[in-house]
C-alpha cells in the first residue's frame, strides 16, 4: 500500500479479523469513523486490537430490521479500519477512530471463542482498496446534489473546504455521513470502484431532494 510507514500491505492482511455490527454505520477505505465504545465485549474487542500487529476492527452491518443487539444475520460485505486515535474516558469507555483499510468479504464466522465475533475475511476481491481510488467523479452534479440534501437534513458544511476537497474523499465522506437507509449504504459500500460510488451517492441524493424517496428510504438490493 502507498502512503504512510504504518499501513498494511496486502500481505499483511490477517485471516481473522473482529467484526462490530452497527445498523446504518458505513465506514470505507480511507474513511475516518469516530467510535464511542462501552459494551463490554466491546470494550474487549478494543484492548485485544490495541495488541495485534494491526490494531484492525471490520465494521459490518446487521441485515436491515435485524437490529444490532445479541448476534443478528450480517450483510456478507464490510470494511476493516485501523485504530488511529484512541482515548479512555472516566466512566470506563474507549473513543476511538477507525480510518478504513480495505472492504472485505466475509467468508466464515469463526466459533465464538471471545466475547466478540469475529469472521475469517476473503480480501481477494478488493485488493485494490489498499491504493487511493480513482476514476471519473462529476463533481458539479454531485454537489448539485448534496447542498440541497444537507439542507433538508439539517446538517452544517464549510461549502469552501468541501469544494476543495479531492474526489475521493469528498465521495467517501458525503457517503458516510450522509442519513441513508442501511441498505443504501450497503449499496455503496459494494459499488465496484469510485466512479461507481460517485453515481450511485448522487442519484440517492437526486431522488431524495426530489422527493422520490422519503428520508431513509429508497434504493434496495
Known sequence: ??????????????????????????????????????????????????????????????????????????????????????????????????????????ADELPRERLYRRVRPDWTAYAGDLEPGAGSVERKRLLQALKPFFTRHGITAEWPAIEATADERLVTTAAMIAPLAPAEKQALLEARDLAERARLLTALLEMAVAGQVEPGLGARH
Not at 446504518?24 to 490495541?50: C, K, S, T
Request: glycine letters at 12%; aromatic letters at 8%.
Open 1 to 106: 500500500m502507498s502512503g504512510g510507514a504504518f499501513e498494511p500491505s496486502a500481505e499483511a492482511l490477517p485471516d481473522d479479523l473482529p467484526i462490530f455490527p452497527l445498523t446504518g454505520v458505513l465506514l470505507l477505505p480511507r474513511g475516518r469513523l469516530p467510535l464511542n465504545m462501552f459494551e463490554p465485549r466491546y470494550l474487549a474487542m478494543v484492548r485485544d486490537a490495541l495488541g495485534a500487529p494491526l490494531r484492525l476492527i471490520g465494521m459490518v452491518q446487521p441485515l436491515e430490521g435485524a437490529g444490532d443487539a445479541g448476534a443478528p444475520p450480517i450483510y456478507r460485505v464490510g470494511c476493516a479500519g485501523r485504530i488511529t486515535e484512541f482515548a479512555e474516558t472516566d466512566d470506563g469507555r474507549y473513543l476511538i477512530t477507525l480510518t478504513g483499510v480495505a472492504r472485505f468479504a466475509v
